[in-house]
């Protein structure tokens, strides 16, 4: 995208969405729209940094009002749509499955058919530059091998490519490959100019406190159990949330129309390694009076169903294609992460 452009980020006040709009108000001169419902996931604090900027505009919508979309979209008149709203955790979507069809199948849907009618209203440059990107997940193709259980050990493991066939395992990922779909092929039907990526598991500062690694540090700060599904053997590709930013950048940037890049930051490891690694590290950089090893906190508990196995992607594409490619290590972006916590929690959390 050439400067001064107008983008829409949708979901804006999540996780990866806060991360992109504060790269976007320090690092280019675009106008950012933020769209967002503000459920619970959300966090405007993490937007603090850029919100008095001239160039930041929040609304606060549902993607699944369409009459609020086609106001928003015609009195700003994006240039891009950046489309990150969803429900996001798995464990949500297996208690309750319903606000995951809706925001995250009805809503892209929605969104969809007012982009529709607002890009089939513009006209020269602003019509055939608009794109949008559809941020989704790794988990819309299932799972993968898992080294426990492959005989031969000389053969490499497979990964995700942008060819593996979709085969979600929970409501989540069943509704993030709906999602996929739809898009798809609403730019085959319609010819909306539409981008998607399919990125692994991300971790950084402000991820809700329900996901693995934030909810790892935040008890092991708090000397709480570290609850570990099944035998924690399961398989994470991670992404720190700062590549993850930089990717969609360069995808929104150089990616070709109708295409999908797999995002992944080649960094394969166990759930009880991770967490192991996070115990490590609170202990020797954080420092906890009780001088108790957080190794000793660690609690198996039920596995969750139909848990994955292994994800691991393949992100040759975008490397090759696009020149992107990881910056942050796992161990530096790991104790960042867990520092980041440490000075960020809310005190009344640390000494609960
Ligand atoms: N976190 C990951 O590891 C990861 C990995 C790959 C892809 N993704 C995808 O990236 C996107 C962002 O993930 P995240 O971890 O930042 O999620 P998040 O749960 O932290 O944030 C989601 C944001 O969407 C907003 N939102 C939810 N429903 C909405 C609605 N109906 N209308 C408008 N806004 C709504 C929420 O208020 C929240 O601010 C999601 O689409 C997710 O599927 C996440």
């Known amino acids: 995208m050439s400067t001064n452009k107008t983008i829409l980020v949708t979901g804006g006040a999540g996780f990866i969405g806060s991360a992109l709009v504060r790269h976007l108000i320090k690092n280019t001169s675009h106008k950012v729209i933020n769209l967002d419902k503000l459920t619970y996931a959300s ?8 919100s008095n900027s001239p160039r930041y505009i929040f609304e606060r919508a549902d993607i699944c009002n369409g009459t609020r979309l086609s106001r ?3 009195e700003h008149k994006p240039d891009a749509v950046i489309h990150l709203a969803a429900e996001s955790h798995v464990d949500r979507s297996i208690d309750k499955p319903a606000e995951f069809i809706q925001t995250n199948i009805i809503g892209t849907y929605t969104l969809l058919d007012r982009i529709t009618s607002y890009w089939s209203a513009l006209t020269g440059n602003k019509h055939s530059n608009f794109k949008l990107l559809h941020v989704s997940t790794d988990e819309v193709y299932g799972d993968l091998p898992h080294p426990d259980s492959v005989k031969d050990e000389a053969s490499p493991l497979p990964l995700f490519t942008e060819k593996s066939p979709y085969a979600p395992s929970s409501p989540y990922s069943a509704s993030k490959a709906s999602a996929d779909h739809i898009v798809r092929a609403w730019n085959r ?3 909306i100019p539409t981008i998607i990526s399919n990125c692994s598991n991300n971790y950084g500062p402000y991820q809700n406190c329900e996901k693995l690694i934030p909810l790892m540090i935040c008890n092991a700060i708090m000397r709480k159990p570290l609850p570990i599904y099944g035998s924690g053997n399961q398989i994470r590709d991670w992404l720190h949330v700062d590549d993850h930013v930089e990717a969609l950048c360069t995808v929104l940037n150089k990616g070709k129309i109708g295409q999908t890049y797999n995002i992944g930051g080649n960094s394969e490891l166990r ?3 991770v967490v192991n690694r996070i115990c490590d590290i609170v202990d020797q950089y954080v420092g906890m009076p009780d001088n ?3 190794r000793s906190l660690i609690t198996y508990v039920a596995d969750r169903p139909g848990h994955d196995l292994r994800y691991a992607i393949n992100s040759n594409k975008i490397r090759t294609e ?7 290590s796992f161990d530096y972006g790991l104790k960042e992460t867990v520092l980041w916590f440490a000075n960020n ?6 000494s609960s």
Do not use: C, E, F, R
């Open 271 to 273: 759930n009880i390694d």
């Open 43 to 50: 966090n405007l604090q993490a937007l603090k940094s850029v």
């Open 322 to 328: 696009l020149g992107w490619q990881p910056k942050i």
């Open 345 to 350: 929690m809310p005190n009344h959390l640390k």
């Open 72 to 74: 928003i979209l015609n």
């Open 292 to 294: 108790v090893p957080s």
């Open 189 to 191: 039907t319609y010819g």
